[in-house]
């Protein structure tokens, strides 16, 4: 191998791969990236077995091949060196030469043959739908997945395709996030639950622009961008029934200024502890009062006015779980339902998003 690429290039797409790399696997191998040289480009490559990325960029390819070289060794190397051109030669003994301006480093690396090949993919059902939707579906959904080992098939999210839409589905026991959005109606009908640490990854790779490949397999699934691939085992079970927690929408609904309830509810929230981790949310008549109360560290209260005429209502929230919807709802003017003390509190966005939390009880 001997090709000359931009420092810049280099750093960008060991970024798109370096997230799955594990520091502490038991194979040596998995610790590396691949790097491939082809006709006018590299290709990053690493995976943990269970998610394997690739990114590919133009460079100045003078001779294909290719090695695996330490991920996190190689990556300091290059964060470190002079903003000019990167040399990358390979030798005969497994090592690497890298030499920028006048800075020059040899590392160890491993064969190719050694690195786990990708699953491939043959002619099976696929979707093509725009990145930018589905990173907004992502966005609104990722949060609500579950990280209870012990329930398995809620530790990532469901992906229904079916008659032209996509839904997806995330939950972990406390609340729920449902987004639906229209794609190709030549769409496979499918379900598959992909893993959150595909959902992280893929949101943090997919852009603005270009369209996403979705391709599936009995147990994998691939997603191709523009130059990244992901490929994920699915994780296998069934998920819970979402469609029968999800209420009918309530007569009485509270109408809200986003960013005025954020801001009460981070408020309230710096006087939680460990042990007592639940703010009080008064709904009374045109208003909502957000306290917190704690007799070892203080009190906090904020009004905010509403329009409400339904009766009085006193209920915990984890506010956390409150934040991190408003956080991302992409319109000001927003209505909550809530019923009762040990009901769910449920945010609907006309008919292609609901996101529903249970209560806490009030220390």
Not at 143 to 164: C, I, K, P, Q, W
Request: charged share 25%.
């Amino acid at each position: 191998m001997k090709v000359k690429t931009l420092k810049n290039d280099l750093v960008k797409n060991i970024q798109n791969v370096q997230n799955v790399i594990s520091s502490k696997s038991s194979l040596p191998i998995l610790s590396n990236i691949l790097i491939e040289t082809g006709p006018g480009n590299i290709k990053l490559i690493s995976t943990d077995l269970d998610i394997g990325i690739s990114s590919m960029f133009t460079a100045e390819v003078e001779e294909v091949g290719a090695l695996t070289v330490p991920a996190k060794r190689f990556n300091d190397i290059v964060r470190e060196l002079p903003d000019e051109d990167i040399l990358i030669s390979t030798m005969k003994n497994n090592a690497m030469t890298i030499k920028c301006g006048k800075c020059f480093f040899k590392i160890m690396g491993l064969p190719k043959e050694d690195f786990p090949k990708l699953p491939e993919f043959e002619a099976t059902p696929h979707v093509v739908m725009e990145q930018a939707v589905l990173k907004n579906m992502l966005s609104m959904t990722h949060f609500s997945m579950s990280h209870d080992e012990t329930r398995y098939v809620l530790n990532g999210a469901l992906f229904l395709f079916s008659a032209g839409q996509l839904i997806i589905v995330t939950t972990d026991g406390k609340r729920l996030s449902l987004v639906k959005k229209e794609i190709s109606k030549d769409a496979p009908t499918k379900a598959i639950i992909v893993p959150s640490k595909t959902i992280y990854e893929l949101n943090r790779v997919l852009g603005d622009t270009g369209d996403a490949k979705v391709t599936f397999s009995e147990n994998q699934i691939r997603f191709e961008l523009e130059n990244i691939t992901i490929i994920s085992r699915l994780i296998e079970g069934e998920f819970p029934n979402y469609e029968q927690v999800i209420p009918k929408e309530a007569k009485e609904k509270i109408a809200i200024q986003r960013e005025q309830v954020l801001l009460g509810v981070k408020r309230a929230a710096l006087l939680t502890t460990q042990d007592s981790r639940s703010i009080k949310i008064d709904i009374l008549k045109n208003k909502i009062v957000i306290s917190k109360s704690n007799p070892n560290i203080g009190e906090a209260r904020e009004e905010i006015e509403t329009s409400y005429k339904g009766q009085e209502i006193t209920v915990g929230f984890n506010p956390g779980y409150l934040i991190d919807v408003l956080k991302v709802a992409p319109k000001d003017d927003l209505e909550i339902e809530i019923l009762g003390p040990d009901k769910p509190a449920v945010i609907r966005i006309e008919d292609w998003y609901v996101y529903l939390v249970l209560p806490m009880q009030l220390a």
